[in-house]
């Protein structure tokens, strides 16, 4: 049975942080929807990666080494999107860093940093991807990665968690101001993901930290980058096509708000 409510035939999107992870799938999965996909980030090697991977399954895919801290460069990331399809329809912010430190061992550098990726590196790619779509009257749909960190407090995550609080922000915020243009703003606030990023510790550290999370799900395990892709492939597609300004938490169950 197919499912036109997720096809993307015929739409453009940008996904920054596409070289690995998270971004990595939801590029993937957004061309396996029918999208031309253009995915940034700066790991070259592991953005060319992910384009040759949609185009050896026949999509279509761009890349674009850039870093979110640079506006110029994702302008011109926007530009080419529009070129190649005539108006941007889909961005997915995704590009992030982590980075650990207690609250009293925190430095204004360390803090700095990671604002400047993980949310002024969002709210750069919002902004230019909101004033493209309003700019060719294009009904879209922009998507943040937030993080299960807004709804819990985490040791070591000061920053991350800061960061992504302030996404959520940007989110409602945005999606209140542009609605009446047909753009709805969403975000994704995914729990504890098996990602390079999450992958660092060495091999024992690891299944033991994951042990550890797992047990705090109802479904006693950690996510896969493919099941946030998919909650990324429905906010983007128009099968929320009611649906703005909401945080989407597949998180396992590990917290319940309202």
């Excluded at 940034?40 to 399954?57: H, Y």
């Excluded at 989110?171 to 994704?188: D, F, P, Q, S, Y």
Aim: glycine share 12%.
């Amino acid at each position: 049975m197919r499912l036109p409510a997720y096809d993307l035939t015929g739409r453009t999107a940008l996904v920054t942080g596409a070289a690995s992870g998270i971004g990595r799938a939801t590029a993937v999965l957004l061309a396996q929807a029918g999208a031309a996909v253009h995915c940034a980030d700066r790991d070259e090697k592991g953005l060319d990666r992910t384009v040759g991977q949609i185009q050896e399954a026949g999509g279509e895919a761009w890349g674009h080494t850039l870093d979110v801290t640079d506006r110029a460069a994702l302008i011109r990331a926007v530009k080419a999107a529009v070129r190649t399809g005539g108006r941007l329809d889909i961005a997915a912010a995704i590009a992030g860093i982590m980075h650990r430190s207690t609250v009293l061992e925190t430095e204004d550098a360390d803090l700095d940093r990671v604002l400047d990726i993980n949310f002024k590196g969002v709210l750069r790619t919002c902004q230019e991807a909101a004033r493209s779509m309003i700019g060719t009257g294009t009904r879209g749909s922009i998507v943040t990665m937030a993080s299960g960190a807004v709804d819990t407090g985490s040791a070591e995550l000061l920053c991350y968690g800061a960061a992504k609080a302030a996404v959520v922000q940007l989110t409602k915020t945005l999606a209140a101001e542009i609605g009446r243009h047909g753009i709805r703003v969403n975000a994704v606030a995914p729990g504890w993901v098996r990602t390079p990023m999450t992958q660092r510790d060495d091999a024992g550290s690891r299944r033991k930290a994951e042990d550890a999370l797992g047990r705090m799900s109802p479904l006693e395990r950690v996510g896969e980058a493919h099941e946030i892709a998919h909650a990324v492939l429905h906010l983007a597609s128009d099968a929320s096509s009611f649906t703005t300004g909401q945080i989407l938490r597949p998180n396992g169950g590990v917290a319940m708000p309202w």
